[in-house]
């Protein structure tokens, strides 16, 4: 079974600019869910979404938004890109998010770096 | 709100010996999933081991086993016969909104481990 694949791994990107990033989960599951992860805030939560729907939001500006297709695959948007998002993103899938015990599955993260 | 601390930003351990991975949480919920992730240098998150907090007994995954203590809010992680390729930077983690309203980990800020031959 693949696991979970985020594309690009790496991207170059001046302020100002727009980025999407993709995550597509494990065959099967239909919850992702994104996380930044910098050196001064350490992992943070963005989104999570279920079935086309975003469930929960972390703190985090409008310029960071998301989606989820019937598919499960998901894709996040950073735009008017700021020296700041750079980081690594990180998705994570898991089956659903109803249960007691759900682990969660993590891409590799795409490295974004604003010049 | 509920909050994971690491207290080691780094630890070094030789080959072959155990070591112990701090980690303290806070919260006001009674039901709780406590996990434990690894990051090697690639930047892939690896489950490692996960403990919730009507299990009795302490979780334990091949060399790795779970230190709950309930009472003390502590979930440390022990590494038994340490190889070179745990090296990496070990994150504590707590599953947010427990009864099903979410997938939300609430990360510590991480412990980098590394061992030495």
């Known amino acids: 079974k693949a696991g979970v694949t985020q594309t690009p791994r790496y991207l170059i990107k001046t302020r100002g600019q727009q980025v999407t990033l993709s995550c597509s989960p494990i065959s099967g599951h239909r919850s992702v869910s994104w996380y930044q992860q910098t050196p001064g805030q350490g992992l943070q939560f963005l989104f999570e979404?279920?079935?086309?729907?975003?469930?929960n939001k972390g703190n985090f500006p409008g310029r960071f938004s998301g989606r989820q297709f019937s598919n499960s695959r998901s894709e996040m948007n950073v735009s008017t890109l700021e020296l700041g998002d750079s980081a690594l993103y990180l998705c994570?899938?898991?089956?659903?998010?109803?249960?007691?015990?759900?682990?969660?599955?993590f891409g590799p993260g795409t490295r974004l770096t604003v010049l | 709100a509920q909050k994971i601390t690491q207290t080691q930003p780094g630890m070094f351990v030789q080959e072959k010996e155990a070591v112990t991975l701090d980690c303290t949480y806070d919260t006001s919920d009674q039901s709780y999933g406590l996990f434990w992730y690894k990051q090697p240098s690639s930047g892939e998150m690896i489950f490692l081991i996960y403990?919730?907090?009507?299990?009795?007994q302490n979780a334990t995954e091949g060399r790795y086993s779970l230190n709950f203590q309930k009472a003390r809010k502590s979930a440390n992680l022990v590494i038994s016969a340490s190889q070179l390729g745990d090296s990496a930077m070990y994150f504590c983690?707590?599953?947010?909104?427990?009864?099903?309203?979410?997938?939300?980990?609430?990360f510590g800020t991480g412990t980098l481990l590394a061992v030495q031959p």
């Open positions: 983690a707590m599953r947010e909104g427990w009864g099903g309203a979410t997938n939300k980990l609430i």
């Open positions: 403990q919730g907090s009507y299990d009795e």
């Open positions: 994570a899938s898991s089956t659903d998010y109803w249960r007691s015990y759900n682990e969660q599955f």
């Open positions: 979404y279920f079935s086309e729907t975003q469930r």
